[in-house]
């Protein structure tokens, strides 16, 4: 098979790759409670792994995994608190006024446009349609709309923080046992090999949390610099921090919120130019971080890396955008080399 071929034949399988992901989407969000409980295992076993990472970092023991659940919740429920408090402090006064200057520029636009389109009654429909939706939008209404979009986002893409928090209370009481399940379930189903599943995704998990924290941590640094605000930088900080876990994607979703971040308080192009540098100076300690520990190394190609983050995403929310790649690459490893798994 020559390469156009072969280009063509991998175009294809992704197309229908995410056809059945659309339409096992369709399927699960009309089972609103299945879908609900997808997302709390997934959640339960991201955290579980995690939560039992974090007491490998601290040398704590399984059987006191539960106390490190509780401080995980604690600590989690905080960073989110100071990301989206900070975040949305920053954000929303700027962007409000430039709102506001934006309507209070409508008329005069609609003046100008008014003369040549006079004639045309659906341009004229439009820009009153379009003023008056950003009118809306001004002052108190803007804070209320973002609110409920990231509240709307949080309850049904990644689950309600109250479920968050239960599965990893739930998780550090799940494992001490966490070995006893998994090697029932290797003795029953000895093809499927979740021992060596359980070693990859702790592995990962320690791997993430590290590079993680050490992406968190330049970021915080550079964002006290470049926006000289202790508390926006903290809440950047712990935004990437969370992100870094989603594969290949999550950091440059957090360049893109730094980047709003910045041209929103900031806005000019140095200051643009000073966070990409911090970020990649955060991509190369993440990666230095990553090397210098047991890191999992997925060989998988990158389409079909993004291919799983997606499907992942629809199976099970925002988790499943976390444990879509390392699932995936193991099953495809495990379909493709059923004798050396």
């Not at 792994?49 to 974090?54: G, P, S």
């Not at 804070?143 to 990893?168: D, E, H, P, W, Y």
């Amino acid at each position: 098979m020559d390469r156009k071929n072969l280009m063509k034949v991998i175009l294809q399988g992704e197309a229908a790759f995410l056809l059945m992901a659309f339409a096992f989407y369709l399927v699960v969000r009309n089972l609103s409670t299945i879908y609900g409980w997808i997302v709390f295992l997934a959640w339960l076993t991201f955290a579980m792994y995690v939560v039992e990472a974090a007491a490998r970092l601290f040398k704590v023991q399984k059987r006191f995994a539960a106390l490190v659940g509780v401080i995980t919740a604690i600590l989690l429920l905080i960073g989110l608190g100071i990301s989206i408090f900070y975040l949305i402090q920053s954000i929303i006064p700027p962007l409000t006024k430039s709102i506001e200057n934006l309507v209070a520029y409508l008329p005069k636009l609609q003046e100008t446009v008014g003369e040549w389109a006079q004639r045309s009654d659906v341009l004229t429909r439009v820009l009153d349609e379009i003023s008056s939706e950003l009118q809306s939008l001004v002052g108190a209404e803007t804070v209320k709309n973002v609110l409920l979009t990231v509240g709307r986002f949080v309850t049904s893409s990644g689950g309600s923080l109250f479920q968050i928090t239960l599965a990893v209370l739930v998780s550090g009481l799940l494992i001490p046992y966490k070995d006893k399940l998994v090697n029932f379930a290797d003795r029953k189903l000895p093809a499927a090999k979740f021992k060596q599943l359980d070693v990859m995704l702790g592995q990962y998990a320690l791997q993430r949390l590290v590079s993680g924290f050490a992406l968190g941590v330049v970021l915080f640094i550079g964002n006290i610099i470049i926006l000289r605000n202790g508390g926006m930088a903290l809440g950047i900080a712990s935004l990437a921090f969370v992100l870094d876990f989603i594969p290949y994607v999550g950091p440059f979703f957090a360049f893109i919120i730094n980047a709003i971040v910045v041209l929103v308080v900031s806005p000019k192009w140095l200051s643009l130019l000073l966070s990409l540098i911090i970020f990649l100076t955060g991509q190369g300690v993440e990666q230095l971080v990553a090397a210098t520990m047991a890191s999992v190394q997925f060989s998988i190609p990158f389409i079909v890396a993004i291919a799983l983050v997606i499907f992942g995403g629809v199976v099970a929310g925002v988790p499943g955008l976390i444990l879509g790649v390392p699932i995936g690459a193991y099953l495809i490893n495990l379909w493709s080399k059923p004798k050396e798994i």
